[in-house]
């Protein structure tokens, strides 16, 4: 039991040192696999799909918000 806690006390302690390894990580295979641009690409989709989930999330209509952003750069 000691040890549980003591890694979910590391966990808690560098919770940002390992999400970002972990990103740098995810990304490094996909430079391996794919190609540097390919990498690029992908992790844009990635980030793109993240940001309609956060609005679809937040019970926003996605419709209303592109036209919005259409509008606004007239």
Known sequence: MDI???IIAFCRN?????LCAVIGLIFAIFVISYGFWKAIFICLCIVG???IGKKLDS????????EDIFRNNK
């Open 4 to 6: 549980d806690n003591a």
């Open 14 to 18: 560098h919770k940002w040192q390992i």
């Open 49 to 51: 799909g993240l940001y």
């Open 59 to 66: 019970k926003i209509n996605i419709k209303d918000a592109v």
